[in-house]
């Protein structure tokens, strides 16, 4: 390799290493120093070098019922974005003929986002509260006579309130994924004497793994590094990993709070990793 | 009638769009009788694809039956037809390996795990795949790919095989090699073979019959021979090639024969068939086979005989093809005269460009055009 090729090749990922030194990996770095130094308690930091901090988080059962209920939402989310991504994607690709029509409805995929989160959450209230939309009408209907306590401020509405957010994040790559196969490979399922329900399992499935794997990293991310929405849409009721170490800055504890954070870091490149190993994104865009 | 399990019928069929203010094919009729090979051939947006598209079931004529085995299929699923088609880029599926592929049809027929398996081992054999059985499609060149292709459509025991544009995606060497594979797989299985192709020498090399197209119309069908030897228009001889085409008008008629005059060429005799109808000073398109054309001085003029006819020209390009050498005369305006000589015969008469020849032909190699 000649030095010429070397110096094109540096400054072809100068920019992107302009971006990612100072915003991302200082800050991890000195969360990591952070989370290994005594404080005094009132926001002050002693450079002393300490386990404490980590020792206190793995000996806490807090911890892990915090893990297992972000967990739980991560899951669920993953399981109804992934369900939803999948038909819409699939009825844009495989069933609407027009291009443009295909544009256009994706494009209306995108309308809530056209509005602020903050305001997306509220508007849930007059839908499922307790004098909302959906209890008043079931009760005038008659199928209940009280209202229905779980439906807001509840681990439903936190779910309902994921699922709205981030299905977009699994349309995009499984769209992309399944607008790149070949119509000629489906009529060559559909020649083979496959039903539709064959054609979707055997063909679209397979080959939208990449986008779905995709979408699955997205939202998993998103939830695992969430706080607001849960303290929002749980109406303070639950908590979670990162609301917890929120809490810990708020009241000065700056190590114990940087110990969980890298802590959630490992977690959450664990669940890439363990996506990335089920499904070769790298092999499957490439291919 | 024979109504032979892959004997097609086309009775009439069409395409239109938009309530018929515009159509890929109009007015298809042809027979294709059970174990032949049939070629369609035409250029791109001729309306060929949508035949055998139309046939596999993927498309519904607008007009007109499809019958297979004496059944009208129109309306019925590819798997009921009991067709299997080819398609143009293999449409293989890049998930699965060389064996899945193969035996995806018999997956989707519920047969299990050990039996597919079996019968696709069977078929990789058959096409020279074993060893590339467990990779994918991707790890294939490209005519290993057209192999597993091939299998995959032949798994089922169709009736009917329907090949779009088969050899396209391969290199001229490859090319040629496979066609002759094509062949001796169609012989193997003893089933109707429907092959959509642009390429001439293609349909002439393969096929029991061609049927040449244009703008959703079958121009002529018949053997090979018929349609290289004996095109029925100016259209058919132009594209499948070889032939020299002349317009002229006539300028007298006499028992069997009538005289020629053109623009670019003097008086040449043609011939006509018992019971014509053409009159003097009608127009008349001709086609003079390109190998049946030899050049000679023009001082030999006078000494040809009664069933020869000649023009005058001059040798305007030479281009050596190896056994013949392909000579263009400045005879026809805007259509290429060329005379394919022996290459011996070519080195003997010593000819370069500029010379005035004698082109002649024999009067009865002289095919009339619609």
Redesign the interface.
């Known amino acids: 390799m000649s030095p010429g090729r070397n110096l094109v090749g540096w400054l072809n990922v100068t920019p992107l290493l302009l971006v990612l030194i100072p915003f991302f990996v200082i800050p991890i770095c000195v969360v990591l120093a952070v989370s290994f130094v005594e404080t005094d308690g009132f926001g002050g930091l002693y450079p002393v070098f300490t386990l404490d901090n980590y020792a206190m988080l793995f000996r806490s059962d807090l911890t892990l019922r915090l893990y297992a209920a972000t967990l739980k939402f991560t899951l669920l989310t993953l399981l109804f974005t992934s369900v939803i991504g999948f038909w819409v994607a699939y009825f844009l690709v495989f069933h609407v003929r027009s291009k443009l029509i295909a544009m256009g409805l994706f494009l209306v995929c995108t309308v809530p986002f056209w509005t602020s989160n903050i305001v997306r959450m509220i508007s849930w209230i007059p839908l499922l509260g307790k004098e909302g939309l959906i209890n008043t009408g079931l009760q005038g209907v008659g199928i209940i006579n009280e209202p229905l306590e779980f439906l807001l401020f509840s681990s439903f509405s936190v779910v309902v309130a994921y699922v709205h957010q981030l299905t977009i994040f699994m349309i995009v790559p499984i769209f992309n994924s399944m607008a790149r196969i070949d119509k000629s490979v489906v009529e060559a399922a559909l020649d083979a004497g496959a039903s539709r329900l064959d054609i979707m399992r055997m063909i679209i499935l397979p080959m939208s793994r990449s986008g779905i794997a995709l979408g699955a990293i997205f939202v998993t991310s998103i939830v695992m590094g969430d706080f607001f929405v849960v303290k929002v849409m749980s109406g303070g009721g639950t908590a979670s990993v990162v609301g917890a170490f929120y809490e810990d800055v708020g009241v000065l504890q700056y190590p114990t709070a940087a110990a969980s954070a890298i802590v959630l870091t490992l977690v959450v490149m664990l669940l890439v990793a363990a996506i990335l190993r089920v499904v070769d994104i790298r092999k499957e865009i490439t291919q | 009638m024979n109504t032979g399990k892959g004997h097609i019928e086309l009775a009439g069929i069409g395409k239109s769009y938009d309530d018929g203010a515009s159509f890929a094919v109009q007015g298809i009729n042809l027979k294709i009788p059970d174990g032949s090979y049939c070629c369609f051939l035409g250029p791109s947006g001729c309306g060929k694809s949508t035949i055998l598209r139309m046939i596999?079931g993927?498309e519904d004529p607008t007009e007109g039956k499809i019958l297979i085995g004496g059944e009208n299929v129109v309306g019925l699923?590819?798997?009921e037809r009991r067709?299997?088609?080819m398609?143009?880029?293999y449409?293989?599926?890049?998930?699965l390996s060389v064996r899945d592929n193969i035996a995806?049809?018999l997956?989707?027929?519920g047969l299990s795990v050990k039996d597919r398996n079996a019968k696709a081992d069977e078929m990789i054999e058959k096409v020279h795949l074993g060893e590339f059985a467990n990779r994918l499609p991707?790890q294939l060149s490209g005519g290993q790919q057209q192999r597993v292709a091939l299998a995959?459509?032949a798994i089922?025991e169709p009736r009917v095989l329907l090949l779009d544009e088969p050899l396209s995606a391969l290199d001229e060497h490859l090319r040629i090699q496979m066609r002759a594979e094509l062949r001796r797989m169609q012989k193997d299985l003893g089933i109707t073979f429907i092959h959509v192709t642009h390429t001439q020498m293609e349909a002439i090399a393969l096929s029991d019959i061609v049927v040449v197209m244009d703008k959703g119309h079958i121009r002529q069908a018949g053997s090979a021979r018929d349609i290289y030897s004996a095109p029925r228009d100016r259209y058919v001889a132009e594209f499948i090639g070889g032939q020299n085409v002349l317009s002229g008008r006539i300028s007298d008629i006499d028992k069997g024969t009538a005289r020629l005059g053109g623009d670019t060429f003097g008086q040449i005799v043609v011939p006509l068939p018992e019971g014509h109808r053409k009159s003097k000073g009608e127009k008349l398109d001709i086609a003079i086979r390109r190998d049946d054309v030899d050049l000679r001085p023009v001082a030999a003029q006078p000494d040809l005989p009664p069933s020869a006819t000649s023009i005058v020209g001059r040798v305007q390009a030479i281009e050596y093809q190896g056994n013949y050498v392909k000579v263009q005369i400045d005879a026809a305006e805007n259509d290429d005269f060329v005379s394919f000589m022996p290459e011996r015969k070519f080195y003997e008469a010593g000819l370069t460009v500029g010379d005035a020849v004698l082109a002649v032909w024999d009067i009865q190699h002289t095919q009339l055009l619609a």
């Open positions: 596999a993927h699923a590819p798997v067709t299997a088609m398609f143009q880029s449409a293989l599926f890049p998930h995806f049809a997956r989707v027929r991707g995959r459509a089922t």
